[in-house]
């Protein structure tokens, strides 16, 4: 069971930088594809960014919307990822979710996770 706690979330001005961590308390996160949504008020949860893993290796998908911004890293022991955020833009702010699944084939969608974090607030003012 893989539990996931997201957190770096907050208010930051427009044109500014935060960096979101996704930590899994037990379990190695390696071996597992990784995403991360948002959710803002009356939308739908939208795709920002997924890194896949396989034995052939790992690769990185980005939403088009946060793409040259948006910068997401593992670290080595493979139980923390991040999601650096720069440029930051107020149609930014949305609550952020981590999300983890043992397969990466369908990484693009909510529905191929099925692991999630609670979500952290990001809020960018302009």
């Known amino acids: 069971h893989v539990q996931l706690q997201a957190s770096g979330g907050g208010l930051v001005q427009a044109g500014g930088s935060l960096r979101l961590s996704c930590t899994s308390s037990?379990?190695?996160?390696?071996?597992?594809?990784m995403g991360w949504f948002r959710q803002a008020p009356g939308k739908e949860r939208e795709f920002v960014v997924a890194?896949?893993?396989?034995?052939?290796?790992?690769?990185?998908y980005y939403g088009d919307s946060v793409k040259g911004r948006f910068t997401y890293s593992r670290d080595n022991a493979g139980n923390t990822v991040y999601l650096q955020m720069n440029s930051l833009k107020p149609e930014d702010t949305a609550i952020y979710y981590c999300?983890?699944?043992?397969?990466?084939?369908?990484?693009?969608?909510?529905?191929?996770?099925?692991?999630w974090g609670q979500g952290t607030q990001v809020t960018v003012s302009s």
């Open positions: 999300a983890a699944d043992s397969r990466s084939d369908r990484v693009l969608s909510s529905a191929g996770y099925e692991y």
């Open positions: 037990g379990r190695s996160l390696s071996r597992y594809a």
């Open positions: 890194g896949t893993w396989s034995w052939s290796g790992r690769r990185t």
